[in-house]
């Protein structure tokens, strides 16, 4: 299995997007209300850094997985412990998103259908993806799927200017001071991007210094577009609105009316958004399984995968009952320990220790 460049840009690009259309505009929100823009822009440049260090860590073990890299700079029984933490991530990230779309689908399309039905047949579609073809088959997915994905979200953001008003957005920070701003910032930036999944797909590239450059304008291209949704949802909405919408994004296309002619697109955002979906939870899917073959040395990760789901599965349906795993999204410790510790903590030293062994290597 192998990923090309531009592969992996629509790989990176779709699973950020689709994470920033769900979350971190509501985080932000209710922190910095009308400076939101600049609390995710903040963490996007955050964000940003996190993946330019986790590059490091990849050119740096270009032959080697996640699993195996991890053991050689910390260690068979250290690393083991770590990459645990990284698995725990995604299957979080897997079910905050399956969760969250089932909800969404639920919402605005399938009222009265229970919620296992739909992530049924949500896990089955990706579960048979990751089955028969694995990383090939979601990265071409991902290729095709990926330009009309991005560019409908784009040109969505703009097709309402007579609703906009940008006096929405004043004052700008005088109102909130860098206390709210940094708040905001620290409650969303965790979920914008996932930069941790790079460590487990460098692997699968056939160009190492092509993919790294694509792996940054994936990020880029999708924390410009979380900018850009900010602002237009605040000029359409206003803060007050914007920090109790369920899903943000998809609020702006009930607004847009062109000559009273073009109207109700949210027909045509909704298969993007699930599609989007599709992506991200093969993505982590496909990861997750992989990683888990290699740590448990159970050679066929394939049969990990469909384990793997229906784990999710019964997951997801327990903490729809429970209200303490349901509230994970401002868990304290997720927040101010985990996701600190998973995205800047643990990526910084391991690019330390493998900076240090080949100065040792090279002094040799």
């Known amino acids: 299995m192998k990923v090309s460049g ?3 840009f629509w790989l990176v690009c779709i699973s950020s997007i689709i994470v920033v259309s769900y ?9 910095a209300r009308q400076d939101c823009w600049i609390s995710i822009l903040l963490g996007g440049l955050v964000m940003m850094a996190s993946t330019w260090v986790m590059l490091r860590v990849c050119m740096q073990n270009k032959d080697k997985t996640l699993v195996v890299f991890m053991k050689d700079l910390l260690g068979t029984i250290i ?88 006096t929405r957005v004043l004052p700008i920070y005088s109102d909130s001071g860098w ?14 991007v996932d930069p941790s999944i790079i460590l487990m797909l460098f692997f699968f590239t056939e160009n190492k210094k092509t993919a790294a450059r694509a792996i940054l ?12 949704a900010a602002l237009a949802l605040l000029f359409v909405t206003g803060p007050d609105v914007a920090a109790h919408l369920v899903v943000p994004v998809y609020s702006l296309t009930k607004f847009v009316s062109i000559l009273n002619f073009i109207q109700n697109i949210d027909a045509l955002y909704i298969p993007l958004w699930v599609f989007g979906a599709f992506v991200k939870l093969a993505v982590c899917l496909f990861i997750l399984s992989y990683g888990l073959s290699e740590w448990t040395g159970i050679k066929n990760w394939k049969y990990i995968a469909c384990g793997v789901a229906l784990i999710l599965l019964s997951f997801i349906v327990y903490s729809s009952y429970n209200i ?7 868990n304290k410790f997720l927040i ?26 090279v002094s040799a």
Not at 179 to 192: D, E, N, R, V
Not at 352 to 361: F, Q, S
């Open 324 to 330: 303490q795993i349901s509230y994970t999204l401002k």
């Open 217 to 228: 304008w994936g990020t880029a291209v999708s924390m410009i577009w979380g900018v850009l």
């Open 79 to 166: 690393g083991k412990i770590i990459v645990t933490v990284y698995f725990l991530l995604w299957f979080l990230q897997m079910s905050t998103i399956a969760k969250g779309n089932a909800e969404f689908m639920n919402l605005v399309l399938m009222h009265n259908t229970p919620m296992i039905i739909i992530l049924l047949f949500m896990l089955s579609l990706s579960t048979y993806a990751v089955f028969r073809g694995g990383l090939t088959t979601i990265s071409r997915c991902a290729e095709v799927i990926g330009p009309i994905f991005v560019f409908t979200l784009f040109i969505q953001l703009f097709l309402n200017p007579q609703d906009m008003d940008i």
């Open 336 to 361: 101010s320990i985990f996701y600190p510790f998973v995205y800047i903590a643990i990526p910084l030293t391991l690019w330390l220790i493998g900076t240090i062994k080949k100065r040792r290597k």
């Open 6 to 8: 531009y592969q992996m």
């Open 179 to 192: 206390q709210q701003i940094l708040k905001g910032t620290f409650s969303s930036y965790s979920y914008m």
């Open 23 to 31: 979350l971190p505009i509501h985080l932000a929100a209710e922190h």
